[in-house]
């Protein structure tokens, strides 16, 4: 669709003319303002001469290049068709264990078997990518927590931060508290939907927040929380003995999830963990509202240009 971004500009086509008709002629000792090719008209008037045919082109070039200039000032655009933007008012906060215990290889993926911070790296990735609309931001957490990626809608970023993201890193214990705490910190000031998904395969063993509190203190934010236990149930070997296995406080993240409004999910295999993102997928929708916008291409470019060439040839034939 055509249109004008100033079509009150318009208004100024007659200013040469209104120039012309009610301003006094100014002497030759006076600075005026001139309006340009005029002059020659208003001589040829002086000594009474009828305007030849080259002198009425002339006028007419230059009225034509004034009307182009004025188009060129009005901004003509193009206006394409209307585009839906995915709008919402949710901002998702991912924080995943990086302790020691998450090195357990029990899961498989193309029939080889990885640790389970691979698993949920894969898997959490491809949550992210679905995200079109949300703001996610990434928190890692061990012995202590860090906010590795702030809430942003460069969904590529996070998930770069999340690949690069190793055990250990934050060290060796579990500081779930501590991981909601920094959660509802950078959440609190938010508006609309807040949700923080908390992936974790152990129990809380360091940290200066109690997990339970950390809780009670996001539901007064309104944040609320999927907590998702990672790993395989322990198992015995031939002689009985279970395998050394971290040990998963499942009470206490089903707790946190109860509090805060949120649900529990157990991750015990790669295909499960696929379905508890799905199953987040389908209870946190990636579209709320649209809103539409119209991609503009501004065309003053080519008045502009058509109105300089016809100005640079008036002058040529002026000084000719």
Sequence with gaps: MFDFAWPWIF??????????????AASQQQAA???PFLQDFEALQEQGVRASGGTRLALLLAALAW????????RPQWQGEAVPLPMQGRDLMLAVDLSGSMAEEDFVIGRQRVDRLIATKIVAGNFIEKRQ????GLILFGQQAYLQAPLTYDLKTVKTLLEEAFINMAGQKTAIGDAIGLA?????DKKGEKVLILMS????????????KAAELAAQENLKIYTIGIGADPEADFFGMVRGRSALDEKTLT??????GGRYFRARDTAQLVAIYDAIDAME???NEKRFFRPVDELFHWPLAMALILALGLLYRRQA
């Design 11 to 24: 208004v100024l086509l007659p200013l040469p003319w209104l120039i012309r008709r009610f301003l006094p």
């Design 33 to 35: 303002l001139r309006v």
């Design 67 to 74: 009307l182009l200039l004025v188009t060129a000032a009005a």
């Design 133 to 136: 609309g949300d703001r996610v």
């Design 184 to 188: 509802i910190k950078r959440l609190r």
């Design 201 to 212: 395969d152990g129990e809380n063993t360091a940290g200066e927040m109690d997990p339970l």
């Design 255 to 260: 707790r946190i999830a109860e509090i805060t």
């Design 285 to 287: 929708p990636v579209e």
